[in-house]
């Protein structure tokens, strides 16, 4: 027992310099996804290098993927766009991508500099995407419109949406269409439309005395899981 007191004193100290390197510990940035990772495993990701779908922030693993911590970049992306213009067919019965020329407020998600049409994602995740238009008769004639998406020039199964109205001339009709979508990082998503007559189109109406002028198409996008 002549030697315990000096080695309980040597014990307590490596306890000490444990517990002093945890309060001092950091996670070093990691540009590669590890080869053999473990569940509950926790990395911190570049973002660059190797991104698992939230960009730069802290992961861990469930056994099956990486899953970003609350709170880094990429949680709860959103986007709301409109468009003032009036959009018309050329065609009966064709597909056309509705266009965007106003944003109001956005983060994480973007329209493509070229092709206005495509709604770009910056970070995987499930959207909820609500999408209103206002289409609008020129004659007396039965109108019918479809609207549906597309992601990545891929119609979404079972999810068009029809109106057969518009059966008079000046006629104005405001329609929704929303959903859950699962998009991944650098997706794009358009919301198509067709109609079998040429006298219809997309077109708001200018602001009035009372209120303020009514798009013809607003879309509003928010990110409600990683």
Known sequence: LEGLPDYIYGEFNRLSDFILNIDLSSIDETHVAPDK??????RYADGSDWNPGQGKNLYYYDGTNWVAFAGGSGSGSYAEFFDTSQQ??????TAYPITWNGTDVTDGVSLNVS?????????SGVYHIDMSVTIHSTSASPKDVWIWPRIDGSDVANSSSMVNSLDANNHR??????GLFSLTSGQ?????????????DLHGTVASAFGPAVPSAT????????
Do not use: C
């Not at 092709?115 to 970070?123: A, C, L, M, V």
């Not at 198509?192 to 006298?199: E, I, P, S």
């Open 115 to 123: 092709d206005t049409s495509k709604i770009e994602f910056t970070y």
């Open 173 to 178: 009709q405001t329609i929704n269409r929303s």
């Open 37 to 42: 990772s473990r569940n509950g495993d926790i």
């Open 188 to 200: 794009y998503l358009q919301w198509m439309w067709a109609t079998n007559d040429l006298d219809l």
């Open 219 to 226: 879309a509003t996008i928010v990110q409600v899981d990683q």
């Open 88 to 93: 018309t067919v050329a065609s009966v019965n």
